[in-house]
């Protein structure tokens, strides 16, 4: 079987160790794999399944020879170094929103549209975890009824803001035990017991930047320009996990048991909607894990009949981000080992 | 003047003491107090304002001679000890849902339907803390262009509780500090860095009583009896305030500009909506105080232009609570001086 050259860019970050960690999880061919990161982590090591990394400098040289590159960098990052990794030969799975909505780069997620992958030109975007984990949630109504209109609210966890967001919330909580000043500077307020609703920079009609995102990759994602969306995102203090409450209305009707039947056969879903015995989702219980948890499935009480209300809860450093990626890079794998087998 | 004799049942709980203390605030006119309480709390004192108050056992025969009482007690205590009262010849304002539908009992928001209130056969009910958030950030747009259907998403604090999810809420921090074992008792999960997404029990549709409460109090207070209301009632780990994610539809368009202006005239709201300098509503900043913060305002983005959404957060103990029930008894107070002044 070939076996694949791989690097990871910003593989000191959150999004990036965790793409590591998915990579050796997963067993892939992997022959040689380069873990970049800026000079300031380079020569800094990782253990990771009994096995120590070293991480280096990423250069405009790191890419020779490279098969795929798995992109967790932000976007300056990103843009600086993927066009050189393309230029290259590489295939990039980018986790930025660099590129996401580029008419020539896919925008991909495996339970939803995997067929799109292919059609790549050296790039293939990653979505915004709080879009990957609702699409997932919503792929086997849609499938069934064709979405028309999302409204939703979410409850999104620190970690989305990187290890960074995970070291503020344990360092305020700290804080406030011992009397001694908030410090804030991964999220603009105090984020312990306290809700922060704004996640990226507002536009001028006062949507902020996660907020479009959830329309504009959703569209895109499910090649539905039309579909409607009404999202609010709000940074809560968990660590990881986000969580959302959704109000879905399709083109036709959909009952809640026949929902509950499609999602239980859904690819990449749990579902946990025992309401007698107390079971639906919960960040805690859905951190460390692939699968999008859905629950409270029930029917909109309001106007519409052909909607559904449900919420969901997904890890949004693997699913949302890691896992994604490198189940896209899976996808081209075995695509290419059909294809050799077939010859 | 005329000054009063006044009972509050439950008086040693989150409620109660808060009910004791805007009574205090407001200087309104108390003749005599009696701070009524279950056996196991009689005797005790409370210091409020450099006075010493003492708890008394709630008996059947604790309200001769009362003028109000503003109940904080549950519906089981709340269903014993009113109807003596009522007897009595006393007006009571009850925190309880055990009352809120009856026809016969108003439920009022002063700032929404203060004229209900004087329709009272002796007690008044005060809604659900919710609802009441809800429904004071949308008057002055309903007002406007009256409301036909609401999507809401709670964030509820532990709060909503009473003291005991306060003081889980803490051991479950120190506990996880100190790993130690966690304890549940308030509510059914761990709440400290989670999200639990029940508040009552659920129906046979999958809604819990909380959502049920936000349309079935929203039609009764709004007299809308065809209001649509789809709510999600989550609870966050913040200690105070309720925030809330509505997506509001109107039966005739409402633009933005003119919502901010309605809302800036409104009864018991701060608009805050500043996106420019990142000022919106927080649980934090909107604690141990009365109004109902309303921000990140905007034009629904998804198939309705009569519909707009909202972020707002209310101290879910004071608006949400006690200071509701007190502006209750206030009208009533301040109507009996007026008529007093005229005669």
């Not at 999104?156 to 967001?165: E, L, R």
């Not at 507002?202 to 949507?207: K, T, V």
């Not at 029917?299 to 896209?328: E, F, M, P, Y």
């Amino acid at each position: 079987m070939k076996s694949y050259n791989i690097a990871i860019l910003g593989a000191s970050g959150a999004v990036g160790t965790q793409m590591l960690e998915v990579l050796l999880e997963k067993k892939l061919p992997v022959h040689e794999l380069r873990l970049l990161t800026s000079e300031r982590s380079a020569g800094k090591t990782i253990r990771m399944q009994d096995k120590t990394f070293t991480f280096e400098e990423a250069t405009k040289d790191s890419f020779h020879n490279i098969d795929f590159v798995l992109s967790a960098a932000e976007n300056d990052v990103a843009k600086r170094f993927i066009p050189l990794a393309v230029k290259e030969g590489a295939v990039v799975i980018d986790n930025s929103s660099a590129y996401r909505l580029d008419d020539d780069v896919p925008l991909v997620i495996p339970e939803v549209n995997p067929k799109a992958a292919f059609r790549h030109h050296g790039i293939i975007a990653n979505p915004n975890c709080a879009t990957i984990i609702a699409l997932v949630a919503l792929q086997p109504l849609h499938a069934y009824a064709t979405l028309k209109r999302l409204v939703v609210s979410t409850y999104q966890a620190v970690s989305g803001a990187g290890i960074k967001g995970i070291q503020e919330l344990n360092d305020q909580v700290e804080a406030i035990r011992s009397q001694q000043p908030i410090v804030t500077s991964a999220f603009p307020y105090q984020i312990a017991y306290n809700l922060i609703p704004q996640i990226g920079n507002f536009n001028e009609e006062g949507y902020a930047a996660e907020e479009m995102k959830m329309q504009n990759e959703g569209r895109k994602i499910l090649n539905l320009p039309e579909l409607a969306v009404n999202c609010t995102c709000v940074r809560v203090p968990v660590y990881r996990s986000h969580s959302e409450s959704i109000l879905a209305e399709f083109e036709k009707e959909i009952d809640p048991n026949t929902a509950k039947k499609l999602l239980e056969k859904g690819s990449g879903i749990q579902l946990m909607d025992d309401l007698e015995n107390k079971r639906y989702p919960m960040p805690l219980d859905t951190s460390d894990q692939d699968l999008v948890y859905v629950g409270r499935l029930r029917k909109d009480l309001s106007l519409h009949k052909n909607a559904l209300s449900l919420w969901c809860c997904g890890d949004q450093i693997r699913k949302g981000a890691a896992t994604n990626a490198v189940q896209i890079m899976e996808l081209l794998i075995q695509a290419e080992s059909e294809n050799k087998s077939e010859a």
